[in-house]
């Protein structure tokens, strides 16, 4: 585990990103400017210049509709009859792809003994929209069990949630709470949260004027959404981009996917989940969760869901493993993807029944020696 950095110096990147967070519409210039003024460092020297970032597009697709009628899109990786699911749930702004170096090294590393399902939750990526009264946490924990439910009827799976996705897998722990250890058997939170993350600096975000004003358009004069479009992602957009990695060197190109993602994503669903991510509250989940080994993984650099929100989960699980990645910021899944896959790997093998953690061992270790 990383030590983190000085409670002090992590306070201090927090009041920035409140400052530059509370400008009005009038200032959006100004949140532009304070954000590309981060610590972070884009890389000259782009290890991933010629990565294929489309890698799921191509995995064997599934389409989950859900009670309410929402297409959800999915992708599934690995040999369908695995004993073992490992299911992804992406965060806020975000899309399936956000898990792209986990399913490019763990396809590898667990071979066919385990396999992957990703999906777009409500509203994101190639996943339906809804109405924006089922933006919530808790309507996406309920999403999870559909999911489930048609991808992994039967055998013992493994949650891993980044972000808003963490957030899921405790609404469906507080949800189901029968499921576990049942039929889940280990979970990940990574950068996530338990609760509203109004003590966070997103929480000052949520106070901006722009973006109540697409909320109240959003839910009463849908019609008039556009005029607002533009002053609600000028106040975001910077803020998200300059958050997402910490003060480490950062490939160029890993930057343009993510921003990619969140430049997608549709002012409707950004302002509603914004809204969820601030009045929340699975801690509930935390009970259910305390039944099953449990990764909690974060940057110090985090300013959206900062250390202390994982340092709390993880003292309320006795089974978990804290990761605390130094340098990283809230995508830590991506700007250091190989701590979180060994952490995965761990996760699994203390998840899995002995004979299965077995076979995965002598899976990697034959791979290894052919290398």
Known sequence: ????????????????????????????AT????????R?????????EDEDFGLLDADRSIVVTTPDGVDLAVREVGDPNAPLTVV????????????????????????TQVRMVFYDQRGHGQSGQA???TYSVEQLGRDLETVLAVMAPRGPVVLVGHSMGGMTVLSHARQFPQRYPTRV????????????????????????????AVRFAVRYAPKT?????????????????????GDVKVS??????????????????????????????ETEGLTTLAKVPTLIACGDEDLLTPLEYSQDMADALSKSELVIVEGAGHLVELEQPEVIDDALVRLVDRATPSKLVALTRRVRDRVRLRG
């Open 40 to 48: 972070r460092r884009v890389s000259i020297d782009d290890p991933y």
């Open 88 to 111: 992804f749930a992406h965060g806020f702004c975000l899309r399936m792809g956000a898990f792209h170096f986990q399913r490019a090294r763990l396809i590898e590393e667990w071979g």
């Open 252 to 281: 160029p190109s890993v930057v343009e996917f993510s921003e990619k993602m969140m430049h997608d994503t549709p002012i409707e669903t950004l302002v509603e989940f914004l809204h969820a991510l601030e009045v929340h509250d």
């Open 225 to 245: 959404v556009h005029r607002t479009r533009g002053a609600a992602k000028a106040v975001i957009a910077p803020i998200l981009r300059a958050a997402s990695y």
């Open 131 to 133: 109405s924006p009264d």
């Open 185 to 212: 058997v280990g979970a990940a939170l990574i950068a996530s949260a338990a609760e509203g993350v109004s003590r966070s600096p997103l929480g000052e975000i949520l106070k901006n004027p722009a973006l109540e």
């Open 1 to 28: 585990m990383e030590v983190p950095k000085p409670l002090s110096e992590r306070k201090s990147g927090a009041r920035w990103l409140a400052g530059a967070a509370g400008v009005s519409t009038v200032g959006t």
């Open 31 to 38: 949140a532009v400017t304070v954000a590309r003024s981060l």
